[in-house]
């Protein structure tokens, strides 16, 4: 055993200075609803954030009943088409993955896994969802504005986001950009807490290695939101000002059907510099805490260490920092100077090698440990083949003239889905069964489980993964309907109609998961404190489901790393985080 | 064990789906065959990668799910195989940046001899605009624009007077000859794409972008609008006629005809005027 | 974008020299134990501290991106540099002594005097409210003159930057009310301490922004920026 020099004062976690005064609610309403504790307003972000997802996945039902059968709904004119896009993509990127990962998991998770009794500014941290809920009910708003919906597409390009031929120009673009400006506020809000909460908020004995990686992919994610999402504020304002004032930040001088608007000398592709500098690290703020969340799936379920734990967490720190500087593989084709071309293809590609770093370890740790094919073991298996198929097809893209062909084709479309859709989302449903437990003391129903995953996984596979072809096939992005051209086979058009229905088919199985959620609430089989056996702290407290508070009386301290599963000479295959050495271990043997 | 099976079935499966799928790019009818060789570069080493890792997967679970009395095993890292593995995969990565860039260098590089051509793109249609005998376009600007000066070419340019304009028609080009694409807006983002021709790039109002290409099959190919530029964007298309130089040049001179024609057609009705230079 | 790059060139360096304490090429599998507290490393920050810490970081991102795009533009052919109003230095004066006044505050607060630290805060407070005035008749000015937000990309760059930093200066000032106001009803100084002196480092890090702003608007950076752009290409 190695002893912590003397000389590393930062090694050492602070105690608390003083005991902070938790706040106690007394009413209702200061208990559920406009609660300071991090374990309701996780509930509060993810129960939002679900419904706003299964809302979105109906919009996508939609766009591809349209797609699969031209016309068939009638209200679905290209219009409607557009604005179905433009909602379904930026609810699920920012309202619900974002606010899932960040506001549902991290505050649930990161104060336990750290032994913390709250967040460290938990009025704040109220505030945040409060400011998060508004944010919703303005982007609800547009579907009910005259002229309904922005239609732009979630990159929201000017100058078609404010200029007539793309529907919402009167109120819709207007309440998205008040809405993502109110998002970005309250995620500051949020993101500050999360991030000082690791910082300052660790109990005795952890240290930041000590930290489950859920915990580091949760911390990263929050500081590089913290820092990009300014850019999508800067630029939410700028075209504001552009749509509301007259102003000319993006808008050169350009004639709308027939008439000389009185804009002039602004730059459409500044908007796509400040959006995708927000953009690129938007997608692994949501990738991050999916990496850290799957990380300790598979080592519960495998009973084994994560392998190199080490070389994991300098592989977030890298892609945290790395993917400030590839956003304009976004913009190989944008008119840019091609010169930058070279640049980001070069880091872009580099990014794969700490992500492939990552995709070995998770297959190293099911090597040689002992695999229980649990529900959050399946999907956990699920995200890696999903993840490496997504991941792969953005080595096609990331290489900038192999981009040229393929970008604003169905190919983008089915490698974005796989690596941000698909695979992010499969650990969401692993995760929530995995901690299910510990939030309401009940499992959730195994064989709906199994149920419910091999249709999710295997139907989203065979969703996503023909795409790719008709993207190859030269099949643009964003078409209302795909048409008929020289180059598309009939086959194409029955290609659409199987991807439809196999989407209307997974859309359907998850009500079965949403059953599974209420059912088990009253009906699910008692959990204890601990079923899955795991060593890390949130496992530990002392009653299910925790307190307010957490720990009781006392804060846990912590004694060793998060992974000691299956330590040779213990007679279990777990060793929790507050367990004290014995002697024996501290004197380098192992125990009798 | 249905988990063992599924995993090597999706492999297996991923790459037999790739081998006999109808859906794959259409054949080529330009210069670029480097980008479709860097594809299959990149085909192989992502598919190689994908294969190992599933079956990998499948192997681990076979192996090493749990039994009765099956214990994992205690390893926390390996330094050295995580080295090996790391500078494996740059390794692959520079096997699919080189080429890449190597490609994308010739791409943004344009042959001296290549000649000049414009593409307009309006919501929604798309204009042409070719250099007359002088080889040379004329300067133009949005402010000129006016109905019977649809592209808003300048009165007072030279160069400008022998411009072949063709609005929402088709576009010809000569087989074999490299052209250079100057791309131009005059309201929002829009991209000329034609699959066939595999480059293309985003028009931007307020600037001018580009591409070059050598066409190198005969035919008649659509043309896709390929960035979201309103409601009207799935139909915003058109067609590129590629032909040997003898059907070029006589559809070419049909349409020098034709702007003669036009040009003297508007200076019988309105006779020319000083005109005070722009 | 290079001046965001650098900016977060900055932020990076800070927090790889922070992570760099952490010991992260540690084994902790080897490291099981009870780590004592090491004698004599004083009390740690506290969480507020580290929290404006970021919050100064967020901020900071936020006005470099808007300086980043506002360079961008600054290179095109229509742009005509709107004359910096006198005024403006009269307010830059404001934000300096409002500063000042904190510092002030936050001296007085070690050395226990109540009196001084209510004293402080209130001219601190009046300064900059003061200042947020000299502002609005500045913008006031510049449209009588003529100089619409709308007309020219210089004065809509202008009105966004220094309305951003305004906005932030209120919100600051919210901040500094709560401060205000309980130490006004308490004779205990290490009530508000900490409180006084996270309004002064907000304060100051605003007067930099503003130092910063002020030099671009009237043109001074210009020089700066091109000699900077020739060095990159």
């Known amino acids: 055993m190695v002893e912590i020099p003397l000389d590393a004062p930062s090694a050492v976690p602070p105690a608390e200075v003083a005991d902070v005064e938790l706040y106690h609610p007394r009413s209702w309403l200061t208990r559920y609803v406009f609660s300071q504790d991090a374990k309701v307003i996780a509930i509060q972000y993810s129960a939002t954030a679900l419904s706003i997802g299964l809302f979105a996945l109906a919009l996508s039902w939609l766009m591809r009943l349209q797609l699969a059968f031209p016309g068939l709904l009638s209200f679905i004119d290209a219009n409607a088409y557009y604005q179905l896009i433009t909602m379904h993509g930026m609810m699920m990127v920012v309202y619900v993955l974002t606010a899932l990962f960040l506001g549902g998991f991290g505050n649930y998770l990161i104060p336990l896994m750290l032994g913390a009794r709250d967040m460290v500014f938990p009025y704040a941290n109220m505030l945040s969802f409060w400011l998060y809920f508004l944010a919703v009910i303005v982007l609800f708003a547009s579907f009910l504005a005259p002229g309904g919906p922005t239609g732009a597409g979630w990159t929201l390009y000017p100058p078609q986001a404010i200029t007539s031929g793309t529907p919402g120009l009167e109120w819709g673009i207007v309440l998205m950009m008040a809405s993502l400006m109110i998002f970005i506020i309250g995620f500051t809000m949020g993101g500050l807490n999360y991030v000082v909460t690791v910082l300052q908020g660790r109990t005795r004995g952890m240290t930041l290695m000590r930290m489950p990686l859920t915990v580091w992919g949760i911390f990263t994610a929050s500081v590089m939101a913290l820092l990009a999402f300014p850019a999508l504020f800067v630029g939410a304002v700028m075209m504001l000002f552009d749509r509301l004032l007259g102003t000319s930040f993006f808008m050169p001088a350009i004639i709308e059907q027939g008439t000389r608007l009185s804009y002039g000398g602004g730059s459409p592709i500044l908007f796509q510099h400040l959006f995708w500098f927000f953009g690129h690290p938007e997608v692994y703020i949501v990738a991050l805490p999916a990496f850290g969340i799957v990380s300790d799936l598979i080592s519960v379920h495998a009973r084994r260490n994560i392998f190199g734990y080490r070389m994991m967490v300098w592989a977030i720190i890298a892609i945290g920092a790395l993917s400030f500087v590839v956003w304009a593989h976004h913009m190989y084709v944008s008119g840019m100077n091609p010169y930058f071309g070279f640049f980001f293809a070069t880091t872009t590609l580099i990014i794969a090698i700490p992500t492939a770093i990552k995709v070995y370890n998770w297959v190293l740790t099911l090597w040689r440990g002992d695999i229980h094919l649990t529900v959050p073991m399946l999907f956990a298996l699920a995200f890696i083949v999903t993840f490496v198929n997504g991941g792969l097809t953005g080595l096609f893209l990331g290489n900038v003239v192999v981009d040229v062909p393929l970008s604003d084709t169905m190919f983008v479309v089915a490698h974005f889905h796989m690596v941000m859709g698909v695979a992010p989302i499969l650990v969401i449903f692993g995760a929530i069964y995995h901690w299910y437990p510990k939030i309401t003391g009940r499992l959730l129903n195994g064989p709906l489980g199994q149920f419910h995953f091999w249709i999710t996984f295997l139907g989203a596979y065979a969703i996503f993964f023909p795409m790719h072809y008709l993207g190859l096939m030269g099949v643009p992005r964003r078409y209302y309907e795909m048409g008929e051209t020289v180059i598309y086979p009939q086959s194409a058009h029955d290609l659409n109609i199987f991807i439809t229905l196999t989407a209307l088919l997974v859309g359907a199985a998850q009500f079965a998961f949403v059953f599974n959620l209420i059912w088990s609430l009253s009906r699910g089989r008692e959990a204890g404190g601990n079923p899955w056996r795991a060593t890390t702290l949130e496992w530990q407290t002392p009653e299910t489901p925790p307190p307010h508070g957490n720990w009781g009386k006392e804060q846990p301290v912590v004694y060793r790393w998060a992974y000691d599963y299956s330590v040779p000479g213990w007679p279990e295959d777990f060793i929790p985080q507050n367990q004290p050495p014995l002697a024996a271990e501290m004197a380098g043997r192992a125990p009798a | ?278 | ?233």
Request: glycine share 8%.
């Open chain 2, 1 to 278: 064990m249905h988990v063992v099976l599924i995993l090597v079935l999706l492999a297996v499966g991923s790459v037999l789906f790739h081998i006999v799928s109808p859906w794959w790019w259409t054949p080529i009818a330009s210069n670029w065959q480097y980008i479709d060789d860097t594809i299959i570069i990149t085909f192989w080493i992502t598919g190689a990668v994908f294969v190992a890792v599933l079956l990998f997967m499948a192997y681990c679970v076979l192996r090493f799910r749990h039994r009765d009395g099956h214990k994992a095993a205690f390893e926390p890292e390996s330094r050295k195989l995580e080295g090996w593995l790391t500078l494996l995969t740059g390794i692959g990565v520079a096997a699919m940046l080189a080429p890449g860039l190597f490609v994308w260098n010739h791409f943004i590089t344009v042959p001296a001899d290549a000649t000049t051509i414009e593409i307009v793109g309006q919501q929604w249609q798309w204009s042409f605009r070719l250099p007359g005998k002088d080889g040379r376009l004329g300067i133009s600007a949005i402010d000129n624009i006016t109905d019977d000066n649809p592209l808003g070419l300048s009165r007072t340019d030279p160069n400008g007077q022998d411009d072949i304009i063709i609005q929402g028609d088709e576009l010809h080009l000569p087989i074999g000859k490299p052209v250079k694409v100057l791309l131009r807006s005059t309201d929002v983002v829009h991209d000329f794409y034609v699959p066939e021709f595999r480059a293309k790039m985003d028009i931007l109002p307020g600037s001018t972008s580009y591409f070059w290409l050598t066409p190198t099959r005969t035919g008649t190919f659509d043309v896709l609008c390929a960035e979201l530029c309103g409601t009207g964007h799935p139909y915003m298309r058109g067609s590129v006629v590629v032909e040997e130089a003898v059907d070029y040049h006589a559809w070419l001179d049909g349409q020098q005809t034709r702007v003669i024609a036009q040009q003297s057609e508007t200076s019988n009705e309105n006779p020319q005027e000083p005109v005070a230079p722009d």
């Open chain 3, 1 to 233: 974008m290079t001046i965001v790059i650098a900016f977060l060139a900055v932020v990076g360096a800070i927090a790889g020299w922070w992570l760099s304490s952490q010991r992260l090429m540690s084994k902790p599998w080897l490291e099981t134990g009870a780590l004592d507290d090491v004698p004599g490393s004083g009390a740690p920050l506290p969480a507020a501290k580290i929290g404006l810490g970021i919050f100064l970081a967020v901020a900071g991102s936020l006005f470099a991106l808007s300086i980043s795009a506002y360079s961008m533009r600054l290179q095109g052919l229509d742009w005509w540099p709107l004359p910096v109003p006198k005024l403006l230095w009269f307010s830059t004066a404001l934000l300096i002594l409002a500063s000042a006044a904190l510092e002030w505050a936050k001296a007085s607060a070690r050395r226990a005097n109540m009196s001084d630290v209510r004293l402080g805060l209130m001219a601190a407070g009046s300064f900059s409210i003061a200042f947020l005035g000299c502002q609005l008749l500045a913008w006031q000015q510049l449209n009588e003159a003529g100089y619409l937000l709308a007309s020219n990309p210089a004065n809509s760059f202008f009105y966004l930057i220094t309305g951003l930093h305004g906005l932030h200066v209120l919100g600051g000032l919210a901040a500094l009310g709560q401060v205000t106001v309980r130490a006004q009803r308490t004779r205990d100084v290490g009530q508000v301490r900490l409180g006084v002196e996270l309004c002064t480092t907000y304060w100051h890090f605003l007067l930099l922004v503003w130092l910063i702003i002020f030099a671009l608007l009237a043109g001074w950076a210009g020089e700066f920026l091109a000699i900077c752009r020739q060095v990159l290409s």
